[in-house]
């Protein structure tokens, strides 16, 4: 299974911006879908992830301001992200825990670079 993330950008601050995730190969079922995000010099951290059964959950940093959402059908998550701040800048990374036929598993997407300015 691959992801494909795509939608990263140059904004300013206060503009919005849209990610989409597609995975992409044999997927029996989806547990959860989540966007994390890596800026220069620092770790990996979750941004907002969704379920399942659509239940959602975000980083206290970004609450009231991004929101998760998902199209079971097409195996995509997406991330809007309004009122964007220089101290979202960073790589984003799709990730997807999902089953097959042989188990659980877990994918990461290649990245896409979001840089806000201020």
């Known amino acids: 299974v691959q992801l494909q993330a795509s939608g990263g950008g140059l904004v300013q601050a206060g503009e919005s911006l849209s990610l989409s995730c597609a995975a992409s190969g044999s997927i029996f079922s989806i547990n959860g879908m989540g966007w994390y995000r890596q800026a220069p010099g620092k770790q990996r951290e979750l941004v907002a992830v969704?379920?399942?059964?659509?239940?959602?959950n975000y980083a206290d940093s970004v609450k009231g301001r991004f929101s998760i959402s998902r199209d079971v059908a097409k195996n995509t998550v997406y991330l809007q992200m309004n009122s964007l701040k220089p101290e979202d800048t960073a790589t984003y990374y799709c990730?997807?825990?999902?089953?097959?036929?042989?188990?659980?598993?877990?994918?990461w997407g290649q990245g896409t670079l979001v840089t806000v300015s201020s």
């Open positions: 990730n997807f825990q999902w089953n097959s036929r042989w188990g659980t598993h877990e994918s």
């Open positions: 969704i379920t399942s059964v659509g239940s959602t």
